[in-house]
């Protein structure tokens, strides 16, 4: 089996993988980092973003050896470098932006890309950009308000307080 | 301010740590030690006889170790229905048996009739393609009428017809209503289609299944809302496994909705693979598989007949429903379209008479079970539409026809003519709240406004109440419940005071392990951070009916809450000891033991620590250790009740319909935690938005599931919706358990669908299309648009 080598979170890793192997596969099997979740074979979901050489991509939907060279973020990567929450991580908790967490790790991760390219987001913005994650739990409601609130905005006057 | 901890206060959720670094454990994240992995084949067509299968070329295959069809399964139990519903007629409701894998035939697209194991998850798929199947099709039973009407294409050969039962609630009220109903002045029929739905927990269902063959124990990591359920289903009812010789572990489970309630046949094939093979077997569907082979939800075809004086004073209800259950019956199937449904049809209001009949149908389609509300959303939806047509009808206003017919504050405990008695409640004043957060004042200033944008603006109004905190045994037991549904909870105090709090609930998303330690730290006056919350592991918790219907917190709750009054009560008597007191002169209060009336006293950890210290305890009288458990089961069914009111704006050129606001009025009695309420309610509101506007399984004449991924079955996305405006000030405590506690789980996704409708019907009145007067949801533009052409 073919090798392919790339840089996730920071480290160097490698495996021998088929040529169908997905990133998605690769992450959670080769490197047993299982917080990338595949929530669907379609590549609709969403729970799977990763961000590849700084760019938001569903892990699902990239081969394994496509990867070679890169550098990938995933949600373990998402911490501070002492241990504690980042930003958006810490926003979805403050503002209850996640239930069964199952959607969390790929909404963090497009929220991030999002705040990346865009520092103060509207709130249909956050909405629009976020059209490629699903949600079960939330209604989006606290998702929106968490993104809204990482990006330094004043979310105390949004209803249901 | 609000409280920063206890019971009230808006803790952040501790779990959210573990979810948000991505260290999660979900089923598929779990991987044992030498395990092959399980691929199942599913039929593709929705109805045909099972001939050959032919399994030699893939049996050689690389790394296969095993292939499974329904003839390996044919002297194993069935998959049992929970609940035992008979027919008007006396005659008891048709079981047909659901096996492990399909057997003799195929009954729904995605019925799973083989299964491959190999060493690799690639190999076994690999396999399952080189198996052939010799599946002579039938003809498909797909529409329900049609299933009644010809009863020639059986979905089981066996019965001789496809209706499951024909139930009638209550019949001995049905001549009483018929002859209202004839003699009333004014009488508003609706025909209604209350849509099929799919969960969709973003988790896909996964379980893996370990034998050791050194002691002969099992074990089942799987994707359950409720692990103690699933082990007595697949132990004693399928497999014949001793329940104490299996053990079930959901670990963090990624949603339920209903669908993870019940045990299906992957869960027994992985056990039974492990046993044959000596090693662990996991599975996990893929997402096709989920939307093939999960329980659906809803599928009603409803006739509802209200009558009503003519100022708009009820008199009579009357509903005929056909209710689909799909081509097996599913552990809570019978119970969801029957007792969860007809015994709501009273709604909030005085209903002097009502009745309701149920036929549920066997389709060639997925099994149809509860989903998100179960019963009561259909209930629900039912009757505030038909409220909101006869409100038309008479010209009256759709609020003051409510209000004139509320049931009021000085009628509790009421006791509706359809077999449940509500203790508490004040519809009117969560009405009045609702005008407030709705600003319903202010309707008219929008509508100018979304006029000039040439759009049609709507407002919709209706009011839920729902049974939930499932529920008291003594009376599910006599309409036909074949479990009880109580619930258990331990609490075991370490030594140096800290808690292991061990719950019967399961937390999908709830977020049982913050709320149920806020409700035991104000009880014992210790820091939530001393508490932990452990749950969904049956070699751990005591046997508990898991989480849906609303329950954990009043039922799973109230367990703690006894559990933990047995170790006041003990801990009480250590302090007496310790404190040369009598035990009743003690008293406790914010974590600390005194002598009343003197200046004694000592503190929770003193009393814990003497509690595995106990050097000098009289041992006749006083055990040591500090653990108790306590099984609650409920006196009554909760009653949640709510007014919700949305407005739309409609594109007349279109029929696309934007949700321009919505506004939430519940009373959920006490409330533990109000951020995760208010989450609660914001989600079950999407499920219940996306059921309105954009959800519905499709399946053609020929039972393809033509909604069968994200690209065609249409999941609310966050810019389908705005946000919520929700309110909980109304509180009218549940009058029965120990926190006065109503469950908030579903209230969203019960309440919003008629919402929904009542606007957009609103809106095309004010429009000038005054020729419409219903749609069937999903209100999608094509059919709103439809409507609206003459």
């Known amino acids: 089996m073919p090798k392919v080598t790339m840089t996730v979170n920071g480290m160097a890793v490698s495996g021998e993988v088929e040529g169908r192997t997905l990133l998605s596969d690769f992450l959670r099997d080769d490197l047993g980092l299982t917080g990338t979740h595949v929530g669907c074979d379609t590549s609709q979901c969403g729970a799977c973003v990763v961000h590849l050489d700084g760019a938001p991509v569903k892990a699902c939907s990239v081969f394994a050896l496509d990867a070679e060279g890169a550098k990938v973020t995933t949600i373990e990567g998402m911490a501070n470098p002492d241990g504690s929450l980042g930003v958006i991580q810490k926003a979805f908790q403050d503002h209850h932006g996640l239930q069964c967490g199952f ?59 | 301010m ?48 099972i001939g050959k299968i032919d399994t030699r070329a893939a049996a050689k295959m690389p790394g296969v170790l095993a292939i499974f069809t329904g003839e390996d399964f044919k002297d194993v139990g069935g998959n049992p229905a929970g609940w035992f519903i008979g027919s008007r007629d006396g005659t008891p409701m048709r079981e047909p048996k659901r096996p492990v894998l399909a057997h003799g035939k195929v009954r729904h697209v995605g019925d799973a009739y083989a299964a491959v194991v190999a060493e690799t998850y690639a190999q076994a798929r690999d396999a399952a393609e080189a198996i052939v199947a010799d599946i002579r099709e039938l003809p498909a039973v797909v529409d329900m009428a049609e299933a009644v009407r010809n009863p020639k294409n059986r979905v089981h050969d066996e019965l001789p017809d496809n209706v ?36 969709n927990a973003m988790e896909p269902r996964a379980s893996i299944g370990e034998y050791n063959p050194g002691t002969g124990d099992y074990r089942l990591t799987t994707t359950s809302q409720n692990p103690h359920l699933t082990r007595l289903l697949v132990a004693a009812f399928v497999l014949g496994i001793p329940e104490h010789k299996l053990t079930v572990v959901a670990p963090d ?41 999960d329980a659906h939800g809803r599928d009603h075809v409803t006739k509802i007949e209200l009558a009503c004086e003519k100022d708009g004073t009820f008199i009579a209800i009357r509903t005929e429903t056909l209710a689909n259950v799909g081509a097996y019956l599913s552990n809570f199937s019978t119970v969801t379209p029957t007792f969860l449904h007809g ?90 709240r609702l005008v407030e957060i709705a600003d319903i004042a202010g309707f008219e200033q929008r509508r100018a406004e979304s006029a000039r944008k040439g759009l049609l603006r709507g407002l919709g109004v209706n009011c839920y109440i729902e049974a939930c905190g499932i529920a008291p045994s003594n009376l599910v037991g006599a309409l036909g419940a074949r479990v009880g549904l109580y619930d258990a909870a331990t609490v075991r105090v370490n030594a140096t005071g800290n808690l292991s709090i061990m719950t019967g609930a399961h937390s999908h998303g709830q977020g049982h392990e913050t709320a149920f330690a806020q409700v035991v730290a104000e009880r014992l006056g210790i820091p939530e951070s001393s508490i932990e919350i452990v749950h969904g592991d049956t070699s751990k918790i005591p046997f508990g009916m898991g989480s849906y219907g609303s329950r954990s917190l009043a039922v799973c709750g109230s367990a703690i809450v006894r559990a933990t009054d047995k170790i006041i009560a003990k801990a009480k008597k250590i302090a007496a000891h310790m404190m040369e007191a009598a035990p009743e002169d003690v008293e406790f209060r914010d974590g600390k033991f005194s002598v009343v009336g003197t200046d004694k006293s000592v503190d929770w950890g003193a009393v814990c620590l003497k509690a595995y210290v106990p050097h000098n305890f009289p041992h006749e009288s006083l055990e040591p250790g500090l653990e108790e458990t306590a099984f609650y089961d409920p006196a009554n069914f909760t009653y949640p009740a709510g007014a919700y009111a949305c407005e739309v704006e ?79 000030s109304c509180r009218t405590p549940c009058t029965h358990n120990p926190l006065g506690v109503k469950g908030c789980g579903e209230a969203g996704a019960i309440g919003s669908p008629p919402a929904v409708v009542n606007a957009v019907i609103d809106a095309l009145h004010r429009g000038g299309y005054t020729h419409v007067r219903h749609i069937d949801m999903p209100l999608s533009p094509v059919r709103v648009w439809s409507a609206m052409q003459r």
């Open chain 2, 164 to 199: 499951c039962f024909d139930w009638g609630w209550i019949e001995d009220n049905r001549a009483k209503v018929d002859a209202a109903i004839r003699a009333a002045p004014h009488v508003t029929t609706l025909h209604l289609v209350n849509n099929r739905l799919i969960p």
């Open chain 2, 2 to 49: 609000p409280k920063d901890h206890g019971i009230g206060a808006p803790m952040t959720r501790r779990e959210d740590v573990r979810f948000l670094m991505g260290r999660g454990t979900y089923t598929d994240d779990v991987n044992v030690q030498g395990q092959a992995h399980a691929v199942f084949l599913r039929s593709q067509v929705a109805h045909g006889r």
């Open chain 2, 650 to 728: 409609v594109d007349p050129g279109t029929g696309k319909v934007t949700i321009a606001s919505f506004a939430a009025a519940d009373d959920f009695g006490n409330i533990v935690n109000p951020l995760i309420v208010e989450g609660q309610v914001h989600g079950g509101l999407a499920q219940g938005i996306g059921q309105a506007l954009t959800e519905g399984a499709v399946y053609d004449s020929s039972g393809q599931l033509l909604t069968a991924s994200y690209m065609d079955y249409a999941m609310p996305r966050a810019d389908d919706l705005p946000f919520f405006r929700v309110d909980h």
């Open chain 1, 103 to 161: 959607c969390t790790p790929g909404m963090v991760m497009s929220a991030a890309a999002l705040l990346k390219e865009n520092r103060k987001p509207t709130e249909a913005e956050i909405r629009a950009y976020l059209d490629g994650n699903i949600c079960r739990c939330t209604g989006y409601h606290n998702i929106v308000k968490a993104v809204l609130a990482a990006s330094g905005q004043d979310v105390s006057r949004i209803a249901a307080e």
């Open chain 2, 253 to 293: 489970v990624g949603g339920g909705f209903g669908s993870k309630i019940y045990h299906y046949g992957e869960e027994a094939l992985v056990l039974a693979a492990a046993r044959r093979l000596g090693r662990p077997v996991k599975w996990t569907a893929e997402r096709s598989e989920s939307f093939l082979a």
């Open chain 2, 343 to 432: 015994t709501l049809m009273a709604g909030n209001y005085r209903v002097p008479n009502v009745y309701v009949n149920v036929k549920t149908v066997f389709t060639n389609t997925a099994p149809v079970d509860a989903y998100r509300g179960a019963g009561r959303p259909e209930a629900t939806f039912s009757i505030e539409r038909v409220i909101d047509v006869a409100a038309r009808e008479l010209g009256i206003d759709p609020i003051e026809i409510r209000r004139r017919n509320f049931i009021t504050p000085d009628m509790f405990p009421y006791t509706t003519p359809v077999g449940l008695q509500y203790d508490t409640g004040n519809y009117g004043a969560t009405m009045d």
